[in-house]
């Protein structure tokens, strides 16, 4: 990932030569604090949140070429991947109440119960 490219796309390409003197690459990116957004010349708090924000998009959804700055495709061996998103499933929950089934219930053995209601 070119850090340029990067700032000109947040519209904050004012801050391309501090990044620059700075040594600031794509490795780096991802570790920036607002502490370190200060000494870069980032006075703006408005800036700084969008950084922040930007900075901590990176850290969720690196591009492919954003975690190896030498544009190699994939993570680097031995390290972890991220967490897969949470699959969300559709549930339907069927409550009945057959005619005298809870009264039964109460004066029944929970098992014999589940026999009984399992005939039907």
Known sequence: MDVATWLHGLGLEQY????RENDIDAEVLTDLTAEDLIGL???SIDHRRKFL???AALRVDPSPQAGSPKGESGP?????????????????????????????????????????????
């Open 76 to 120: 680097p061996s031995g390290s972890a991947l991220p967490p897969p998103m949470a699959e969300r499933r559709q549930i339907t929950v069927l409550f009945y109440d057959l005619v005298g089934s809870t009264a039964l219930a109460t004066r029944q053995d929970p098992e014999d119960v589940r026999e009984a209601l399992s005939a039907f």
């Open 53 to 55: 924000a930007a900075i």
């Open 41 to 43: 010349g980032v006075t």
């Open 16 to 19: 391309e030569q501090a990044f």
